[in-house]
């Protein structure tokens, strides 16, 4: 049973940074490719950033040059460092496998919210 937890949001300004944490508990991490996803309020799920076992990254455009995934397999989590926030990307952040399978769980999340 796969096990997601996600830290690390919070209020910050318009320009401003945070960085994401997700730690997965029960799965084999090292060999999933791991995506962080965003949920705005009345919106879709969408994922925003891609990291698989190789290291290859993968970025939404509306978040390239902004936003860096990365992982820690000795940790089992994997981070999202979003710079030059935007009011835009306010959401709940989620992680989870890529690709997604309806039989994953998903984990609490944890809202980020970017004042203007």
């Known amino acids: 049973q796969v096990e997601l937890a996600e830290s690390g949001g919070g209020l910050v300004q318009s320009g401003g940074s945070l960085r994401v944490s997700c730690t997965m508990s029960?799965?084999?991490?090292?060999?999933?490719?791991m995506g962080w996803f965003r949920q705005a309020p009345e919106k879709a799920r969408e994922l925003v950033a891609t990291?698989?076992?190789?290291?290859?990254?993968e970025y939404v455009d509306s978040v390239k040059g902004r936003f860096t995934i990365s992982r820690d397999n000795a940790k089992n989590t994997v981070y999202l460092q979003m710079n030059s926030l935007k009011p835009e990307d306010t959401a709940v952040y989620y992680c989870?496998?890529?690709?997604?399978?309806?039989?994953?769980?998903w984990g609490q999340g944890t809202q980020v919210t970017v004042s203007s």
């Open positions: 989870n496998r890529v690709p997604y399978r309806p039989s994953d769980s």
């Open positions: 990291i698989w076992p190789s290291r290859f990254t």
């Open positions: 029960g799965g084999s991490f090292t060999n999933y490719a």
